[in-house]
């Protein structure tokens, strides 16, 4: 959708500075109109006329921020008239510029109030609700996705400390068994001794027997 912005200058007043300064907005020297806005807001800080032309000399020089830091100066509401109905339009345009589709709807339904007629105002109306949902729509899936991986992350984490202590408990385990077999009672082991010294026993008799037969055998080839 284009958005038809329109932000004339404001209508003449008494003020030097802001007629000054509405002559050079006319003619696209935003800079230099600026600070004959600036001037004039020095000598009289209420003025609606200074306030409104230099929103939109920053606005035209793409300074949103600005522009509507200076629209905000403003602590009396704005008549309601087409004067103030083009004071609620240009905030709608700078509240679209900056994104902050609910503001915009709102200004711009007072530009509406004031002038029904204002067809370009009500089609910024409606496209700031359109990017409103649709704004509310993205953050809610951004939403839903960050609770999914969150989520997921927390799955993940589980199963690695379930993993984890899944293999923290076969070692326990394993080295109960290993610690198990490594105790021996003191019975065990001169049991066990028992068993050795009765192994090497049974060993040296077959020895000695060996000998004692190859002797005999020696002996019985002498004889011979």
Do not use: C
């Amino acid at each position: 959708m284009m958005l038809l912005v329109a932000l004339p200058s404001f209508a003449q007043t008494d003020k030097r500075e802001v007629r000054r300064g509405n002559r050079k907005f006319d003619k696209h020297n935003y800079k230099e109109a600026e600070l004959d806005y600036r001037r004039a807001l020095v000598k009289d800080s209420t003025s609606f006329a200074a306030i409104y032309d230099l929103a939109s000399a920053l606005y035209k020089q793409k300074d949103y921020e600005g522009a509507g830091s200076v629209l905000a100066r403003r602590e009396e509401a704005p008549p309601m008239d087409l004067d103030g109905a083009k004071y609620y339009f240009n905030a709608g345009d700078i509240a679209l510029q900056k994104k902050d589709y609910a503001t915009a709807m709102k200004v711009f339904k007072q530009t509406l109030l004031i002038d029904p007629g204002d067809l370009e105002a009500k089609d910024n109306y409606i496209y700031a609700k359109k990017m409103l949902e649709n704004q509310q729509q993205n953050q809610d899936q951004q939403n839903q996705n960050q609770n999914q991986q969150n989520q997921d992350q927390q799955d993940q984490q589980q199963d690695q400390q379930q993993n984890q202590d899944q293999n923290q408990n076969q070692q326990d385990q394993q080295q109960q068994n290993q610690d198990q077999q490594q105790k021996i009672s003191p019975q065990q082991a001169q049991q066990m001794l028992q068993a050795i010294q009765a192994k090497e026993k049974e060993t040296q008799d077959k020895v000695e027997k060996a000998k004692a037969l190859k002797a005999q055998s020696r002996q019985k080839e002498k004889n011979w």
